[in-house]
């Protein structure tokens, strides 16, 4: 199931913001195996790959003492970028974790509601009968009685309010409001034992959920519902908790990155391979002085 439009490329839109990753373009020389990566072209000019996005640009090759490494490393010596499926699985997780923040940040306000609640129960519970009596008097006996019957229902609720259901309430909201600040920040590290904690959690909340729908349906119980449910079976099966889907080690698949950086292969009409065309004559030993007409900078040689 495809969860961004067809047309949208993570990889372009988080190399926006954390900026390209192109080791092409920190070395000091290339070889012919570093084609995949990056090119000479036109003296000190250079095109290099990103290998995230896959975009190459264009730019000069790093001067003397400037440069990060005498030929680029082997790819297991790399801090390769994520992309593809496992790009979008960082992203989801990360979207889970800001929903857990905000989870967190509403258990504490609550949290700070009921402890206020607690130690001013008493003057409360005062307030709250002084307006009953003030509801119940003065339209006990016109016909706007009727419309003070449901502000009446929840004062006299205040009224029966006991100090212990205060306490608890309050334990839950800090209890809550704790689990709930430990799963974002440690789902947005990416910790997996954060991910088995949201599952738990979340499974443990459901049925406060389905309750509180079976006594009133709203759109944003129901709302809150299908997401809990969608966020625990999108962890349980797309990170493979509790031994689904593999486990933990199909997760550990990762990229083929031999594949990513292979030669493409060209496209087939009617069994035949499509020949592609040069429309200017090549000679290796002008192809480094080559511009391209429309905008005057080196035209890139085939990176394969």
């Excluded at 496209?267 to 192809?287: I, L």
């Amino acid at each position: 199931m495809r969860l961004v439009p067809r047309r949208w490329h993570n990889e372009t839109w988080i190399c926006s913001i954390r900026g390209h990753y192109i080791p092409a373009e920190r070395a000091a020389a290339l070889r012919d195996q570093d084609r995949p990566l990056g090119c000479d072209v036109g003296g000190r000019m250079r095109y290099s790959r990103c290998l995230r996005c896959d975009l190459w640009m264009l730019g000069p090759a790093p001067a003397a003492g400037e440069e990060a490494y005498d030929v680029i490393p082997p790819l297991e010596q790399l801090d390769l970028p994520r992309r593809g499926k496992p790009l979008e699985d960082a992203i989801l997780l990360r979207l889970i974790a800001i929903d857990r923040g905000v989870h967190a940040v509403l258990f504490g306000l609550l949290a700070i509601g009921l402890i206020f609640v607690e130690l001013r129960l008493p003057a409360i519970r005062d307030w709250a009968q002084s307006l009953v009596d003030n509801l119940r008097s003065p339209v006990s006996e016109t016909a706007q009685a009727g419309s003070h019957t449901f502000l009446t229902q929840k004062l006299e609720g205040l009224l029966h309010l006991e100090s212990g259901e205060v306490t608890v309430l309050l334990s839950t909201a800090i209890a809550y409001a704790v689990v709930e600040g430990i799963e974002a920040v440690y789902l947005w590290k990416e910790r997996r034992w954060a991910e088995y904690l949201t599952v738990v959690a979340t499974v443990g909340f459901i049925p406060f959920e389905v309750y509180e729908l079976m006594n009133k349906v709203t759109v944003l119980r129901v709302f809150a519902l299908v997401a809990n449910v969608a966020i625990l079976a999108w962890l349980v099966w797309n990170k493979r908790l509790f031994g689904f889907h593999g486990g933990e080690a199909a997760l550990q698949e990762g990229i083929d990155w031999a594949t990513v950086l292979a030669a493409p292969t060209p496209p087939k009409v009617q069994g035949q391979v499509v020949a592609r065309t040069a429309t200017v004559s090549r000679s290796k030993g002008a192809q480094s002085d080559r511009t391209d007409q429309r905008d005057g900078r080196p035209e890139a040689p085939e990176p394969w």
